[in-house]
């Protein structure tokens, strides 16, 4: 198995000196990216960590091995955990992942209850298939070819000024671009908020304050639909659309990475090109004052006013029609489910102070129904994957209820054999009699 990483426990402290190392006050801590050998044979790392310096890779919590087990994780699925857990947590959180593990996971189901994508169900645990369409699942999610270079060429500023869209006196019911002068744009503001103004529309007379308040509480449907019925929302503000990537496409996280890659490539090229500031008062006259102006912002190191729909438009493009994409939007909406599960664990964790029983939700009704399969296995898979917690007094409980039923049942069935036995001795008599006359 390749591209694979693990999740340790830690076998002793170690000493560090970076102040953000993410697994310095955790139990366990993550391994290297390893080929793993499919015959289940003991992984030595490359250097020792922790006091760990081999292991055995399962997938189920329980072993005869005298090393610690190796939790796996994808490299890439353990990437786009750290971005998620950092959104909703504050950190990485190693620990959370392996106490969710021991509790909800199966080495043959994965974590109970996720909402996987339903040709996940289809193909999983068979023989290699090609079926058209979901060549999407192959597609690295982190590292997607050509999406940043993809990306760069739609963060633009153009149309300038607040708005997204371009129009022809510049300015749009009060939220419109700026391209002038303070005192000559301000003169204009209000000349074009005076003629859009209609007595019937009780949205013309709002300030742009109250209208951008109205906007942020929109869908982009519904937007669209007050764009169509009130001509005083024609324009629209750049940042909302960035309000709208950030809630709809959280897995887009190179949304600010990449307009700082972009203003640095400005800021390179002009650079050579014209040199420093001092340089550009000799192109004042000779090239257009909107260049001009452009290039001493980035060589200045000012932020790109970038025009977000342009982006949100492109993002939604690519979320069909590019396989990595398209892939990292799935992974993104299962991890968000673990994450969430792990918040659950924690406050689980809080709440009672000798541990919770690790055990799935479900597994014990069935076991007491009387299938003859082990407290610890998973009702999907019926393999003996989750561990129960030793010295637990709900396990022991269970255990001893496990037991009486066990022990009732088998007294039923004693004496169900035994009124069969004579059922049948009763039909013997009469039928030898049958056969005597």
């Excluded at 044979?41 to 005869?64: D, H, I």
């Excluded at 971005?83 to 593990?101: F, N, P, Y």
């Excluded at 308040?213 to 659309?241: C, G, H, T, V, Y």
């Excluded at 200045?300 to 025009?307: F, K, P, Q, T, Y």
Aim: aromatic letters at 10%; hydrophobic letters at 30%; a negative charge.
């Amino acid at each position: 198995m390749r591209g694979v990483r693990f999740i340790l426990p830690k076998q002793k402290e170690e000493q560090f000196w970076e102040e953000e190392y993410e697994e310095k006050e955790s139990r366990f801590f993550i391994s290297e990216e390893i080929d793993v050998p499919f015959d289940g044979e003991r992984v030595c790392l490359r250097e020792q960590r922790f006091g760990v310096s081999e292991f055995a890779p399962r997938n189920f919590p329980t072993t005869t091995d005298d090393v610690p087990i190796g939790i796996p994780i994808h490299s890439t699925c353990y990437s786009i955990f750290s971005h998620i857990s950092r959104q909703h947590l504050g950190h990485v959180d190693i620990d959370g992942l392996a106490d969710l593990w021991h509790r909800k996971a199966c080495g043959g189901c994965g974590f109970q209850g996720l909402h996987h994508d339903p040709v996940i169900r289809d193909l999983k645990e068979k023989f290699w298939v090609h079926r058209p369409g979901t060549e999407y699942l192959a597609a690295n999610p982190v590292d997607i070819a050509s999406f940043k270079m993809t990306m760069m060429g739609v963060y633009s500023e153009k149309p300038r000024g607040d708005g997204v869209f371009a129009t022809r006196d510049s300015v749009g019911a009060g939220l419109g671009a700026v391209s002038m002068s303070r005192s000559k744009t301000n003169e204009m503001g209000k000349r074009v908020f005076r003629r859009h103004r209609n007595p019937t529309d009780p949205f013309s007379f709002l300030p742009p304050e109250l209208k951008n308040k109205i906007l942020a509480r929109l869908s982009p449907s519904e937007i669209n639909a007050l764009r169509l019925s009130s001509r005083s929302f024609r324009q629209l503000p750049k940042q909302i659309f960035k309000s709208f990537i950030m809630e709809e496409m959280p897995w887009f996280w190179e949304i600010d990475e990449i307009r700082g890659a972009v203003e640095r490539d400005y800021a390179e090229s002009f650079m050579e090109e014209f040199g420093g500031l001092e340089d550009l008062e000799m192109l004042e006259g000779v090239v257009p004052r909107e260049w001009l102006r452009f290039v001493r912002e980035r060589l200045e190191g000012r932020v790109l006013d970038v025009n977000w729909l342009e982006v949100y438009k492109q993002l939604r493009v690519m979320e069909r029609g590019c396989l990595g994409v398209r892939n990292r939007k799935r992974v993104w909406q299962v991890v968000e489910e673990v994450v969430g599960m792990i918040e659950g664990v924690r406050r689980g964790m809080e709440e009672v102070s000798d541990g919770l029983v690790v055990c799935p939700e479900g597994m014990r009704e069935k076991e007491k129904g009387g299938n003859e399969r082990d407290f610890s296995s998973c009702p999907g898979c019926e393999k003996v994957q989750i561990e129960l917690e030793e010295d637990s007094e709900y396990g022991d409980s269970e255990e001893e209820d496990f037991e009486e039923d066990s022990c009732s049942n088998s007294s039923e069935e004693e004496s169900s054999v035994g009124q069969t036995s004579v059922e049948e001795c009763s039909e013997d008599v009469c039928s030898s009699g049958e056969d005597s006359e």
